[in-house]
T-cell receptor
Framework: SQQGEEDPQALSIQEGENATMNCSYK?????LQWYRQNSGRGLVHLIL?????REKHSGRLRVTLDTSKKSSSLLITASRAADTASYFC?????????FGQGTELSVKP | DTGVSQDPRHKITKRGQNVTFRCDPI?????LYWYRQTLGQGPEFLTY????????KSRLLSDRFSAERPKGSFSTLEIQRTEQGDSAMYLC????????????FGPGTRLTVT
């Protein structure tokens, strides 16, 4: 079963705008990760945030984690058409990853 | 570093047939994972190996599924007597003993059972 929920399920924006995706999870975690998946392909690891961290940046990506609310958000700034993909959060459950259902992001040029 | 590779990339089979998929992890990655992903859903964990030992199996892995990693390098996932509900993308990932948190995924094998 899926660990959590992602919101929104789909997001459509114009190039240059920011995109924010949210993830909620149910159990205690060691870390939370975000992955990107282009249509019909494998997953690419974007960023990992540990349970004792509140915010992390990587390039145009900003991830926040609120363990009290069991939620995380992924912000992509200055989006590009190439950012069009599905984005998944995943929590580490003792070695295996438990994924959310994903947010499908469409960035229109 | 060539990344995780999977073979075949696509497989179409008739219901009732057996299929086998192969995964080659990144060299020196001691952990190897199998996930299944259906359309519109996130990947679901199936099983994982540390070296040649299979450490955990999901309840999703019915008796018709078997995974092996005989020499602690490549792994195979076999599905016997395939059913239409087995149609999915089968993803393999690997991680290094020093960075087990970070799993690197292969391109997946898309199975279609007709």
């Amino acid at each position: 079963s899926q660990q959590g929920e992602e919101d929104p399920q789909a997001l459509s924006i114009q190039e240059g705008e920011n995109a924010t995706m949210n993830c909620s999870y149910k159990t205690s975690i060691n870390n939370l990760q975000w992955y990107r998946q282009n249509s019909g392909r494998g997953l690419v690891h974007l960023i990992l945030i540990r349970s004792n961290e509140r915010e992390k940046h990587s390039g145009r990506l900003r991830v926040t984690l609120d363990t009290s609310k069991k939620s995380s958000s992924l912000l992509i700034t200055a989006s590009r058409a190439a950012d069009t993909a599905s984005y998944f959060c995943a929590t580490d459950a003792g070695g295996k990853l438990i994924f959310g259902q994903g947010t499908e992001l469409s960035v229109k040029p | 570093d060539t990344g995780v590779s999977q073979d075949p990339r696509h497989k179409i089979t008739k219901r009732g047939q057996n299929v086998t998929f192969r995964c080659d992890p990144i060299s020196e990655h001691n952990r190897l994972y199998w996930y299944r992903q259906t359309l519109g859903q996130g990947p679901e964990f199936l099983t994982y190996f540390q070296n040649e030992a299979q450490l955990e199996k999901s309840r999703l892995l019915s008796d018709r599924f078997s995974a092996e990693r005989p020499k602690g390098s490549f792994s195979t996932l076999e599905i016997q007597r395939t059913e239409q509900g087995d149609s999915a993308m089968y993803l393999c990932a690997s991680s290094h003993r020093d960075r087990v948190d970070e799993q690197y995924f292969g391109p997946g094998t898309r199975l279609t059972v007709t």
